[in-house]
């Protein structure tokens, strides 16, 4: 099993930046792919990026490209989002997601470990 666990979520204005982090822990990282999801408050969990195992392969969904940057540490066994440009429509609960494959899914169920998520919110 791999455990994830994610930080660097906050409160942040519009237009401001955060990074999260997702520290992974049990077994090989750099076997595994791993994405980003997110929850926004009434609505379903939906993709936002991933990185395969090797890290030469990103994968953004369309309203995070060009603002959002996925990028992992193998060493450090460790998983980015570095999010700028930010929006009250970015408000939501962020999730690393892990699953034992090359490339990253961009579907949920695809994925088989999950952190608890962090809370990130974009005040207007």
């Known amino acids: 099993q791999v455990q994830l666990v994610e930080s660097g979520g906050g409160l942040v204005q519009a237009g401001g930046s955060l990074r999260l982090s997702c520290a992974a822990s049990?077994?090989?990282?750099?076997?595994?792919?791993l994405g980003w999801f997110r929850q926004p408050p009434g609505k379903e969990r939906e993709f936002v990026a991933a990185?395969?195992?090797?890290?030469?392969?990103?994968y953004y969904t369309d309203s995070a490209k060009g603002r959002f940057t996925i990028s992992r540490d193998n060493a450090k066994n460790t998983v980015y989002l570095q999010m700028t440009s930010l929006r009250p429509e970015d408000t939501a609960v962020y999730y690393c997601?892990?699953?034992?494959?090359?490339?990253?899914?961009?579907?949920?169920?695809?994925?088989?470990?999950w952190g608890q998520g962090t809370q990130v919110t974009v005040s207007s």
């Open positions: 997601a892990g699953e034992h494959a090359i490339l990253a899914p961009a579907t949920a169920n695809e994925y088989d470990y």
């Open positions: 049990g077994r090989t990282f750099s076997n595994y792919a």
């Open positions: 990185i395969s195992r090797s890290g030469g392969s990103t």
